[in-house]
């Protein structure tokens, strides 16, 4: 992909850094010519989110897909108690979105936050919709990445299921060797489906 062009200049390593994480997420999935991957790549925005700040809010028609460049968002369904259910969290080169809102075309269930100083690459369903028309390459990638996800709800569904606390803590280090570092035990334990007493507890007697 070295003659893309760039919108501002190509030496720029930021514009280098979102080519690279866009091309790192497809190319398991599709191979777009140059031409075919600038067009993809020109339809994406460039979204930044402080730590707290929302991407998507329960209630809001989710309209976009977002490829995270840098940061980490956590997605999240609010009770009405005021207690939070952690439901996913989202890494550099994870797709972000939430796909019953967006497929639908209906408000949002869940919350989508940035729980660090984040970097999205966010393309509209609009566009998207229009593309899949344009390059049935588009489409497959939509579609395999909305199978991913999919997939991911039913394995998290079954593990919450048939998995202890200590096997699904140890799945999760395994999926996010990083996320000790950079997420807040409150929101591990309340994904894991446990008290942060009880995950301080599993931690210690995996690590001590």
């Known amino acids: 992909m070295s003659k893309l062009r760039a ?10 850094d979102k080519i690279s994480t866009l091309l790192r997420s ?3 999935i599709i191979s777009l010519t140059e031409e075919e991957f600038q067009v993809f790549f020109d339809l ?4 930044t989110l402080g730590k707290n700040e929302f991407l998507l809010e329960e ?10 460049n840098h940061g980490v968002l956590i997605y999240y369904k609010s009770l009405y108690n005021g207690n939070e259910i952690t439901i996913d969290f989202a890494f550099e080169g994870d797709w972000v979105t939430s796909n019953e809102s967006r497929l639908s075309n ?3 269930l ?6 660090e100083n984040s970097e999205l690459l966010v393309i509209k369903q609009q566009t998207l919709s229009d593309l899949y028309i344009k390059n049935p390459k588009i489409e497959r990638l939509g579609r395999v990445l909305t199978e991913q996800a999919f997939l991911k709800i039913i394995r998290q569904s079954v593990d919450l299921q048939v998995l202890t606390a200590t096997e699904r803590y140890e799945n999760l280090l ?8 950079r997420v807040q035990l409150y929101h591990i334990a309340n994904f894991l489906g446990i008290a942060p007493q009880s995950l301080s507890r599993i931690r210690k007697e995996l690590f001590d």
């Open 44 to 47: 994406f925005e460039v979204k």
């Open 7 to 16: 919108k501002t200049n190509p030496a720029n390593n930021s514009f280098m």
């Open 110 to 115: 869940i919350n989508i936050k940035a729980i």
């Open 106 to 108: 209906s408000p949002s």
């Open 59 to 68: 209630g809001q028609i989710c309209n976009f897909i977002g490829l995270v």
């Open 26 to 28: 497809i190319e398991p």
């Open 174 to 181: 395994r999926q996010f060797p990083e996320i000790l570092q």
